[in-house]
């Protein structure tokens, strides 16, 4: 993996001294710390999402039985 150097604007500085803390903690350099971070961050952004089909029903017993006629007359009168 190839290395770079960057620059980066408008970090908030108590976040940045919080991650030189805990990478000195963990003996990691900043660096790596930040690729870590990045890592993290693009992995979790990638996580499929369930569209509204993948979701599953529930059964709410008796209680919501007119759930929907209910909210419909609030929504419409």
């Given at each position: ?5 960057v ?13 030189k ?17 990045i890592e ?9 999402r ?11 017993g ?5 759930l ?6 609030i929504?419409?009168?």
């Open positions: 993996m190839a290395k770079i150097q620059t980066i604007k408008n970090v908030d500085e108590d976040a940045f001294s919080e991650l803390a805990e990478a000195a903690r963990a003996k990691l350099s900043v660096g790596v710390a930040i690729s870590l971070a993290k961050w693009l992995s979790e952004s990638k996580k499929p369930l569209s509204l089909a993948d979701w599953k029903t529930i059964r709410g008796a209680k919501t039985k007119l929907s006629e209910q909210a419909d007359s929504i419409y009168g």
